[in-house]
């Protein structure tokens, strides 16, 4: 696979462009985040790129809860990846922005397929995407607090739109046959019908 | 009527024999073979309900036939699939909507409990948010498993009984699966 995207973006953007990789024909850019909406409109533009298919952007949570600051500077990475149709080639663009105040440019004026793309990583990370037309929650409720995919979101932490209802299994034994146990308990009960318990069920029946 | 409740009494015999119950007993008798359905489906069990609904597991053969697309006419409501937080208020103003009397049952694993989510975004089960009769567990559950369950519904409802309730694996007859012995023997004979 060629890197002519590689290269094209390395001529024109120079030291902007942090690190470049390409491996089984995946080209990776890591640019800076202050250019992420230039190199979008140049990899869109540019006739050795034309990149005109949208495929993918979203964000990664790079930090480790337990070990890192949650702050610290390139703390999520968002990228997009876009592919040719006329060039037959696709490069991954990525950014990295920080913990304590994650904001990038928005690209879905240039390719308008980002822009639930965009909300969804707003959604799910809080990333902010400056000039978007309509930057809300996709996925998730506007009640729900917090962005679940980042790494200190707590991961079974609920937060019910509906309030559960309580006492949902108060049944006592005996169980009827076909009756498992009740989920929170561990005994199962199999009688046969006596007047004293008349719906325990026939073993015949 | 063999299958009415104890209560019930056949005096006489013949053409001019009657037959006294109490009238619960058989209303419940009338319900349980007139269920209409709502199937709410949310995710992959529906294939596996569409497959019990459909006619080679045949799902009209217990009176649960017609499948109607209100909740106001229906009388079971059939949760099929993962329920999200998202979805429960739609979920329970469904259920509100049905016309009483009414049942639900939780299809599958994560209709039952959550299954395997556990995280922001499942309800752990919709008896967190409706009454629940009957739960058939399994992912999906086989025709065979839904089947049952509806019957164990049946049976409930003919007995007048609202407590949740969990199906449990059901050991194959003896005598059934030496009927499928000797089926088999034939089949190689041939």
């Not at chain 1, 149709?85 to 990295?96: E, F």
């Not at chain 2, 609904?53 to 649960?64: H, N, T």
């Amino acid at each position: 696979m060629s890197k002519i995207i590689l290269d094209r973006l390395q001529e024109k953007f120079g030291a902007d462009v942090l690190e470049t990789s390409s491996f089984r024909g995946d080209d990776v850019a890591v640019v800076r985040p202050s250019r992420w909406r230039e190199v979008a409109e140049f990899v869109k533009n540019d006739p050795a790129c034309q990149c005109d298919y949208f495929v993918d952007l979203s964000a990664v949570d790079r930090c480790d809860p337990n070990t890192d600051d949650l702050d610290m500077p390139d703390r999520f990475e968002v990228f997009f990846i876009v592919h040719s149709l006329k060039k037959k080639h696709r490069v991954r663009v990525k950014a990295r922005v920080s913990g304590e105040d994650p904001r990038i440019d928005s690209i879905a004026s240039v390719w308008s397929g980002a822009n639930w793309q965009e909300r969804e990583a707003f959604d799910m990370f809080g990333v902010r995407f400056e000039g978007h037309p309509d930057l809300r929650r996709i996925l998730m409720y506007e009640e729900f607090e917090g962005h679940p995919l980042r790494k200190e979101y707590p991961a079974n932490r609920a937060q019910p739109l509906v309030a559960y209802r309580e006492n949902t299994f108060d049944k006592l034994g005996p169980f009827l046959r076909d009756e498992g146990m009740p989920l929170n308990r561990s005994v199962s009960v199999d009688l046969e019908r006596t007047p004293e318990n008349p719906h325990a069920l026939d073993k015949n029946n | 009527m063999a299958d009415l409740s104890s209560d019930t009494r056949i005096v006489g015999g013949g053409e001019s024999g009657f037959v006294t119950t109490r009238f619960d007993a058989l209303l419940n008798w009338a319900r349980k073979y007139s269920l209409f359905q709502y199937p709410f489906v949310t995710a992959c069990c529906g294939m596996e309900f569409m497959a019990a609904a459909s006619p080679r597991y045949d799902l009209a053969r217990f009176g649960a036939e017609a499948p109607r697309f209100s909740p106001r006419q229906a009388d079971v409501l059939w949760v099929v699939g993962t329920i999200s937080q998202r979805q429960a208020p739609a979920l329970r103003r469904i259920y509100e909507q049905m016309t009483e009397p009414k049942w639900v049952i939780a299809f599958g694993t994560c209709a039952s409990c959550g299954g395997f989510y556990d995280n922001y975004a499942t309800v752990p089960g919709i008896d967190k948010i409706i009454p629940v009769d009957v739960m058939i567990p399994g992912c999906p559950p086989r025709p065979e498993a839904v089947l049952d369950g509806l019957m164990l519904l049946q049976k409930k409802i003919g007995e007048g009984d609202r407590t949740p309730a969990v199906l449990k694996n059901t050991e194959m007859p003896e005598e059934h699966k030496r009927s499928l012995e000797q089926l088999h023997q034939i089949r190689l004979k041939r």
